[in-house]
């Protein structure tokens, strides 16, 4: 097992679905039907999440987005890709270690996408480990959890074929990991002589983080 956990999904929805389901208030756990069964079917089946989802809260998609970019322009290692890009919502969110509060906190605002969603077929979230931050294979034993998002809710599957959804996911993965190439470099370059904290703009770039995201956080800090 491995101290980094990925959420991403590509989520087919329009422009200004994307941007509604950002600045709408999702509340508590209403939008999951069966989160204790987070894991069933995966790679720690039998094992039930009923604790994990105590930590998490209300808020907008907005709100929490924003705040992740907030937290690694200041130097925090959880970073990650959201943007809303040919049609689609595509996320691919890095975080070291399984912070519960921060990892369910993203399932929970990707599983409400269903009312804004542009597609017929269900989509799928997926929540995995892996030391490289990378897409596990489709078919590989890893993958921790699957959520399917239809119109009417969403829900964890205990099985999914994952060939099209890790393949739609690949240049989210390309994107994240020129994310992690610039960081890399600032760091390297960052005088730690000075005294000063350490501070990037680099994850509010739009080739990272959809401007949209942005203005939805400011919104709901007012």
Known sequence: MSDSFLVAARIPMSREGFEAWLTTPVE????????????GGWLWDG??????????????????????????????????VLLHRDGALEAYLFHVGYPEWSVHMALLMLAATGPFRSGQAED???????TGANLWPADADGWLAVLSVGAD??????????????????????????????????????????????????????????????????????
Do not use: K, Q
Not at 28 to 39: Q, S, Y
Not at 64 to 73: K, N, Q, T, W
Not at 124 to 130: M, R
Not at 169 to 180: C, H, I
């Open 47 to 80: 094992r039930r999440a009923d604790h994990e989802w105590e930590s998490v809260g209300d808020g907008t998609p907005g709100e929490y987005f924003a705040g992740r970019v907030e937290d690694s322009c200041a130097g925090d290692e959880d970073c990650g």
């Open 124 to 130: 799928t979230v997926l929540f995995w480990a892996e």
């Open 153 to 222: 809710g969403s829900w964890f599957v205990g099985e999914r074929d994952l060939t099209d959804v890790v393949a739609g996911l690949r240049p989210a993965e390309s994107r994240f990991f020129e994310l992690v190439a610039r960081l890399g470099d600032e760091s390297e370059d960052w005088d730690r002589e000075s005294g000063e904290d350490f501070r990037t703009e680099t994850p509010r770039d739009a080739s990272f983080t959809d401007p949209a995201v942005l203005a939805a956080g400011r919104r709901d800090d007012v």
């Open 28 to 39: 508590g756990l209403a939008g999951i039907a069966n989160p204790e069964e987070m894991f």
